[in-house]
Each structure stands twice: as C-alpha cells, then as structure tokens.
C-alpha cells in the first residue's frame, strides 16, 4: 500500500515512516501540508496520515482535499496532540476514517493502518 504521511516534526516523521516500511508499505513523506497536496495530486496515493497542525496547509484542509477531489477511497488517518473535542468533531465530520491522540505507540499505528489496508483488498 502506498501511503502518504504529512508531519512536520522529524523525529516523529521518520518513526512512523521506518515502522510502515518494515511492514512492506510504500511510504512518500511530506513536511508541511502544501508539499502534501502536491504529492496526493502526483501520485497514486491508497491511505494518508496527516497531523492537524501543519505549515501552510492544516491537516484538515489536506482531509477536506482528499475526500473533495478523489473518486477513488483513500481512508485518511488524523494525528494530533491537541485532545481537543472540537477538533476531533471537525476531522470526522470532514471524512477522517481515523483520529490518533499524540503520543502514541508506532504499533498501535501499524495496527491502525493494517486495518484500512485489509478492507480496501476486499
């Protein structure tokens, strides 16, 4: 499955990133939400993760322009620190498929992921 993650801070970016990868994923990595709409639009992308607070573009409107734009269902995963009730309302209400709470375990998120993966092979 290829997937895109949109995260700015680093550490956490190449954490999720190894962790997808040695579970036989192709990972495309984006560092701010402008790169990341430029990447969805140029490849043939089949889940994406995205934190909430992103430079340029929010992670929200990287939702709204994920499920706006593709006929093709492309589940997307919402990270965010923020615990936020609101922002958890907006993101689903928006199409998130899924909304993780930083911190989180690399593993709870390959098992997140590995959900989506098998009910698109359906």
């Known amino acids: 499955m290829k997937i895109l ?3 700015d801070e680093p550490i956490l970016l190449k954490t999720m990133e190894l962790k997808l ?4 994923h192709e990972i495309i990595t984006a560092i701010n939400g ?3 709409i430029q990447l969805i639009t140029d490849n043939d992308i089949d889940m994406v993760i995205t934190d909430i607070m992103m430079p340029y573009t929010t992670g929200l409107e990287i939702l709204g322009f994920v499920k706006s734009s593709f ?3 492309i589940p997307v995963i919402v990270l965010s620190a923020m615990g936020q009730e609101n922002v958890v309302v907006e993101a689903f209400r928006l199409g998130a498929d899924d909304y993780i709470t930083k ?3 690399p593993n709870e998120l390959s098992l ?3 959900r989506f993966s098998t009910m698109l092979a359906v």
């Open 5 to 7: 993650i949109a995260e």
């Open 21 to 24: 990868k040695r579970d036989g």
């Open 34 to 36: 402008r790169e990341a």
């Open 71 to 73: 006929t093709k269902r």
């Open 103 to 105: 911190p989180f375990s």
């Open 112 to 114: 997140r992921v590995m």
